[in-house]
């Protein structure tokens, strides 16, 4: 069972527009959250965690986590051509050494 | 930033060949991890390890070994190569907790004939 789900799975928004990804975990033992991007031809690489309930803003980006729903989101504001890349939802617990992935959320940003 | 690197970049096998794909991590890091990546599938963990001398199977070991000689160092074996072991192989570091961000090398693109 996939503990981690991702949606949508591809999105496309034009430039300058706002792009929000969704995330829902299966497992109410998580507690941290990330999330991760791939540009084209390249390993992922961490984007930004959030482990508290509310929202982290870094930038133009802003992830949101809710635990009660096991939901976390990702808002990127004012998108640009160079964000077009394929982002990873990811969560762990204190069990385990390991981060359980979703499948990915592939984003197209139009000029 | 943490330095995961990967080689070889690119590789061709043929069915039946054996494999070694190796990583190197320049972090000191624990925990070290393999994944395949294919369209549809996402990142899948294959094998992990908390330090040397450990492996760990991860979601999808079958057909699959790893190496942990030293904290740097990390290898993917696949014994006897089959077609649908063509991916996109994925090394990544992170510390022992749960609560660390891993850091993933380029990746290496396995062809299997």
């Known amino acids: 069972q996939q503990k981690v789900q991702q949606s949508p799975e591809s999105l496309s928004v034009p430039e300058g527009g706002m792009a929000s990804l969704n995330c829902t975990s299966s497992d109410r033992n998580f507690q941290y959250f990330w999330w991760y991007r791939q540009h084209s031809g390249e390993g992922p690489k961490a984007l930004m965690s959030i482990f508290s309930d509310g929202d982290k803003k870094e930038g133009r980006f802003t992830a949101h986590l809710n635990k009660a729903s096991l939901h976390v989101s990702l808002h990127i504001r004012d998108s640009q051509p160079s964000d077009s890349a394929l982002y990873f939802c990811a969560a762990s617990d204190l069990r385990n050494n390991r981060i359980f992935f979703g499948d990915g959320t592939q984003l197209v940003v139009k000029p | 930033e943490a330095a995961v690197t990967q080689s070889p970049r690119n590789k061709v096998a043929v069915t039946g060949g054996k494999v070694t794909l190796s990583c190197n991590q320049t972090?000191?890091?624990?925990?070290m991890y393999w994944y395949r990546q294919d369209t549809g599938h996402g990142l899948r963990l294959i094998h992990y390890s908390y330090g040397a001398g450990s492996t760990e199977k991860g979601d999808i070991p079958d057909g699959y070994k790893a190496s942990r000689p030293s904290q740097e160092n990390f290898s993917l074996i696949l014994e006897l190569a089959t077609p649908s072991q063509t991916s996109v192989y994925f090394c990544?570091?992170?510390?022992?907790?749960?609560?660390?961000?891993?850091?993933f090398g380029p990746g290496t693109r396995l062809l299997v004939l």
């Open positions: 972090n000191n890091h624990n925990n």
């Open positions: 990544a570091s992170g510390d022992l907790t749960g609560q660390d961000t891993q850091y």
